[in-house]
């Protein structure tokens, strides 16, 4: 074989296409043609056998437009698996075909009016479920076939993939080269073959005037595309009045695990202290559906995925006025009960969540507990008739709301430790003092730095926590030493 015929260096342009030996000989003959691009293609060969014949020998390209590039985007396989059963969404997947689709504009009143369909239609959802981002592809092959005998398929192999999508991005599949090495592929035939072929980006280098051109044409569109959504969301955007908190929960009740009795609910409220409001259409309690418990590792587990939503507004005293007690966040109560088949309920347990004074995701899990009876009665009417001991007022939990005195005695309140219930809170918080301290937000340690004021208040608040984590840090250190070593120094102390 002489090696100038093995060796071909050819530089192509995006969407360019190189006829291989294949199409060559399909498309020279009318008679095969008969789409509109065939006769296309079937003029481009033979002005080309005009001039000379095609430049290239081995490397050629598929177009966006061809027929390889339609079938193999739809016989492209999901998995590694040799004999692969397309599922039902892979079957229908397989008919969108992500092209350039040409779309009427819509102008921006219809758009204002319908940005979201609250009622579509069957063909609606049909056109509008899969994310279609269209995409142009371009295949560069090569013809690895034995010396002389170009032109048949199955000698036909894929050395670059090229694809850009409407958003801009190109994607070139493998890499160039660069400075790696050459890739490989080797072919099963007469003899077995291994070929190399490199990849380079043989654009030209975009000018520095043309760069900054583009970068400000790119600033325009941005800016105008801006100003249409600023002009569909309008000015009606609401802001909390100076000195005022609006706090506004997604919470999630995610489960309860650990409870004696299956079929469980939840009844919450929300109890708001001073200083604190919210509208008067605000739904601050509610109850959960019934729920049957699954076995889960050692405990009993009803997961409710019930949402709820507050909204609520703190607004502050007068800064010239000193309080001593510190301002109180809103506290969740909660109680859990059972319902058996006679739909007799049993209060399960009882606990309580002071709302995160911090903005973002907060998971916590808050152990309950139920009050008992001296006796086996008790037990036993729980069990057979159903009902056990209450709270008149679950703000008993924590401190009752109609409590004034100093000192709250619960000497002689006998409980029972029960499960535990899982929240999922989403907190937004919205104040006009983030703007004015965004630049120390790095530095904000809890929303009471960044209303302003308070600032005696806020220096006790930091304290406490400062002594409640170093408290915990000790405790846990303690529980990890030996308790050999706790018991001798003690005793030389």
Known sequence: RPPEDEEEEVEVGWQEKLFSQFE????????????????????????????????????????????????????????????????????RMANVRRRRQDRKPVEASSLKSKIITWEPSEEFIKNNHVINTPVQTMYIMGDLGPYGKLGHREYENVLCTIKVDGNG?????????????AYRIEVDGEKREVWAYTIENASAQVQPEEEER?????????????????????????????????????????????????????????????QWSSSPLQQLSGVTQICATKRVGWDNVAYFCYPFTVEMFYTQE???????????????????????????????????????????????????????????????????????????????????????????????????????????????????????????????QSVLDRLGGFSQQSSVYNVLEA?????????????SLPQDLINTSASAL
Request: hydrophobic share 35%; glycine share 8%.
């Open 24 to 91: 060559v000989d399909l498309y020279l003959n009318g008679s095969a043609c008969q789409t509109p691009l065939d006769w296309q293609y079937h003029e481009e060969i033979q002005k080309l056998e005009k001039a000379g014949g095609r430049k290239n020998c081995r490397i050629f390209t598929y177009t966006d437009h061809d027929r390889f590039t339609n079938l193999e985007e739809l016989c492209q396989k999901v998995t590694d698996l040799d004999h692969e059963v397309p599922s039902y969404l892979v079957e």
């Open 318 to 444: 007068d800064e010239g006025v000193f309080h001593y007690s510190l301002p109180q966040w809103p506290v969740l109560y909660f109680e859990v009960l059972s319902l058996d088949f006679w739909q007799r309920y049993r209060v399960e347990g009882y606990g309580s969540l002071v709302l995160p004074a911090c903005p973002g995701v907060h998971m916590l899990t808050i152990p309950t507990w139920r009050p008992v009876d001296l006796g086996p009665v008790a037990e036993m009417r729980r069990f057979f008739i159903g009902g056990s001991p209450e709270l008149e007022d679950l703000t008993y939990i924590r401190i009752p709301s109609t409590f004034k005195g100093k000192r709250l005695s619960r000497f002689g309140f006998r409980t029972q430790t029960t499960g535990s219930v899982t929240f999922r809170l989403y907190c937004l918080q919205q104040s006009k003092a983030f703007l004015k301290n965004s630049s120390l937000r790095q530095r904000m």
């Open 467 to 479: 002594f409640q984590r170093a408290r915990r840090r000790m405790q846990e250190a303690r529980e």
């Open 169 to 181: 991005v190109i994607t070139v599949k493998p890499d160039f080269n660069g400075t790696k090495g």
């Open 214 to 274: 583009e970068q400000r044409v790119f600033r325009e569109l941005y800016g105008r595309h801006r100003d249409y959504l600023s002009g569909l969301v309008g000015s009606d955007f609401e802001m909390p009045l100076p000195g005022t908190l609006r706090l506004f929960i997604n919470g999630e009740i995610v489960s309860a695990q650990g409870y004696e009795y299956d079929n469980l609910y939840v009844h919450f409220f929300l109890e708001l202290p001073n």
